[in-house]
């Protein structure tokens, strides 16, 4: 080895020394990629809703969850962050389920479970979907991640009829990287033009029927097909 070249080794070889001696300093690493999706269950128990209807809505939604083509959109996807609640009367807001990052089988049947095992408050009340829209905001700004994108899924069998409605939810200026979905169970023309004028918004929003609260599982499923899927991301992307 020449001089000239020995010392520039001797001088690169000090440099990685003093690096490394540095406290606090680290070999630096690949920044982790941002998930892609933070999802807000919200599911209506107001008066209207039967015994039976609750459990056809949790035990739907699990059972939507665990569905295969569900469980692969999610693992096509890196995983999301879910939480999901149930909703009625103003300040009646019970959560189903607390954030949790769901990547593979075993995570989602865990957290299915935890939903189809939940009992329903007994109290009735009316509908106040302007409140439970602020409740989903919340647990949103909550997340304990960002994602690339931010859905509230709503779903309801009647339009709002206590407290203040959509509109004033989406005057508070964090809903607007939010995108609302809805999933309105009867297809009732009212109620799904209302769900389709004053409730959606944001990129990709779209309004799912359900017949009956019989076909509750199967709209689910294409509708967390719609969310979660390439289907979804390419209009987000328009």
């Given at each position: 080895?020449?001089p000239?070249?020995d010392?520039?080794?001797w001088?690169?070889l ?15 690493v690949?920044?982790?990629a941002?998930?892609?999706l933070a999802l807000?269950i919200?599911?209506d128990v ?5 015994a039976r209807?609750?459990r056809?809505?949790?035990?739907g939604?699990a059972y ?11 693992e ?10 149930e909703w009625s009367g103003?300040?009646?807001?019970n959560?189903?389920l607390?954030?949790r ?18 009992k329903?408050?007994p109290r009735?009340?009316l ?6 829209l602020?409740?989903g ?7 304990p ?13 009647g339009?709002n009829?206590?407290?203040?409605g ?10 607007q990287n ?5 999933l309105?169970?009867?297809n009732?023309?009212?109620a ?10 944001g990129?990709?929003a779209f ?10 599982r ?12 390439t289907?979804q991301v390419?209009?987000?992307g328009n």
């Amino acid at each position: 080895m020449s001089p000239q070249r020995d010392s520039g080794f001797w001088i690169m070889l000090l440099a990685a020394l003093v690096f490394l001696a540095i406290p606090g300093a680290a070999v630096p690493v690949k920044a982790k990629a941002p998930c892609a999706l933070a999802l807000v269950i919200a599911v209506d128990v107001s008066a209207s809703v039967s015994a039976r209807e609750y459990r056809q809505q949790v035990e739907g939604l699990a059972y939507a969850l665990e569905d295969s083509e569900v469980v692969a959109a999610i693992e096509a996807i890196g995983g999301i962050w879910v939480t999901s609640f149930e909703w009625s009367g103003p300040y009646q807001q019970n959560s189903l389920l607390d954030w949790r990052f769901l990547q593979e089988a075993g995570e989602i049947s865990a957290a299915a479970r935890r939903i189809a095992g939940r009992k329903r408050d007994p109290r009735e009340f009316l509908t106040a979907l302007g409140y439970a829209l602020a409740h989903g905001s919340d647990l949103m700004k909550a997340a304990p991640e960002q994602c690339e994108r931010e859905v509230i899924d709503v779903s309801a069998d009647g339009i709002n009829n206590q407290g203040f409605g959509p509109e004033i939810a989406y005057a508070d200026p964090d809903f607007q990287n939010m995108t609302v979905n809805a999933l309105v169970i009867g297809n009732e023309d009212k109620a799904v033009s209302y769900y389709a004028d004053h409730v959606i918004r944001g990129p990709g929003a779209f309004v799912e029927v359900a017949r009956d609260y019989e076909d509750y599982r199967d709209a689910m499923v294409r509708k967390l097909l719609k969310e979660i899927g390439t289907e979804q991301v390419a209009r987000a992307g328009n």
